[in-house]
């Protein structure tokens, strides 16, 4: 239950930073775009995180599927970059206004997704 309760925190913090800082994730990502190799840090993280999700809660039902089914993609997503980082490059080629509308429907859904969770699972 705890992982939940995290899990519908970090979607909304995160959806609102994305909505509210969407220039400066935009720089972020274009330069972690640019430069692959300052993915690898992020990627040591979040590849524990995702694991941990995915052993401590396999949850197949209700609204706690959607917390499962991100810790496998956090967990897959980040073992696919520490072992093939050169396919970033493949996005290098995004602009910072590209990458802030990309981030500012990204944001829009975690917000909301988030949003939805801090209901079920806190309130």
């Keep these: 239950m705890v992982i939940q309760k995290v899990a519908a925190l970090f979607f909304l913090v995160l959806g609102l930073s994305y909505l509210l800082n969407a220039r400066l994730w935009a720089g972020y990502a274009k330069t972690l775009l640019d430069e692959p190799q300052r993915l690898l840090p992020i990627l040591w993280v979040t590849l524990p995180?995702?694991?941990?999700?995915?052993?401590?809660?396999?949850?197949?039902?209700?609204?706690?599927?959607?917390?499962?089914?991100?810790?496998?993609?956090?967990?897959?997503?980040?073992?696919?970059?520490?072992?093939?980082?050169?396919?970033?490059?493949?996005?290098?080629?995004?602009?910072?206004?590209?990458?802030?509308?990309?981030?500012?429907?990204?944001?829009?859904?975690?917000?909301?997704?988030?949003?939805?969770?801090v209901y079920r699972f806190l309130l």
């Excluded at 967990?75 to 696919?80: C, L, V, Y």
């Design 49 to 117: 995180v995702g694991l941990v999700i995915v052993f401590l809660h396999n949850v197949w039902s209700g609204w706690a599927i959607i917390i499962t089914l991100a810790g496998w993609i956090i967990s897959i997503k980040s073992a696919f970059y520490l072992l093939f980082p050169q396919v970033v490059k493949l996005f290098s080629g995004w602009s910072e206004d590209a990458l802030r509308r990309y981030l500012l429907g990204g944001g829009v859904f975690m917000t909301v997704l988030g949003a939805a969770l």
